[in-house]
């Protein structure tokens, strides 16, 4: 349950982050572009940015420059949304099958 909880939750960060792109495009007059989770996370707190690549280029130099990066250049609302369905499939259980009434 709790998976499916957090899926939820990035899945309306997806949908909060592709509405503050599609208000960035009518603003702009129809020019087409995506805001990377880099942008996101400079624009909200960069000291927490410049801590977390201290952290992980203390564990290996290699995890930031090519793997990390990679993905923060994405859109955000791409990786929110990737993130929040790979959670919800995480948590999801099939419903039970239905007895039949005579027993």
């Known amino acids: ?6 899926g939820y939750v ?6 909060a982050a592709a ?10 007059k129809g020019a087409l572009s995506f ?16 801590g977390a690549r201290v952290a ?4 290996n130099a ?3 420059s090519p793997l990390l990066m990679t993905l923060l250049v994405l859109p955000a609302w ?6 929040g369905i790979a959670l919800y499939l995480a948590g ?3 419903p039970r099958p239905a007895l039949p009434d005579g027993i």
């Open 35 to 50: 805001t990377s989770v880099l942008d996101h996370w400079t624009m909200w707190h960069p000291a927490s940015l410049s």
């Open 1 to 6: 349950m709790l998976l499916r909880l957090s």
């Open 62 to 64: 290699y995890l930031w």
């Open 92 to 94: 999801y259980r099939r």
């Open 56 to 59: 992980v280029e203390g564990i």
């Open 78 to 83: 791409a990786v929110a949304g990737g993130l």
């Open 19 to 28: 509405a503050y792109d599609g208000a960035r495009m009518l603003a702009d």
């Open 10 to 15: 990035f899945l309306c960060v997806a949908l």
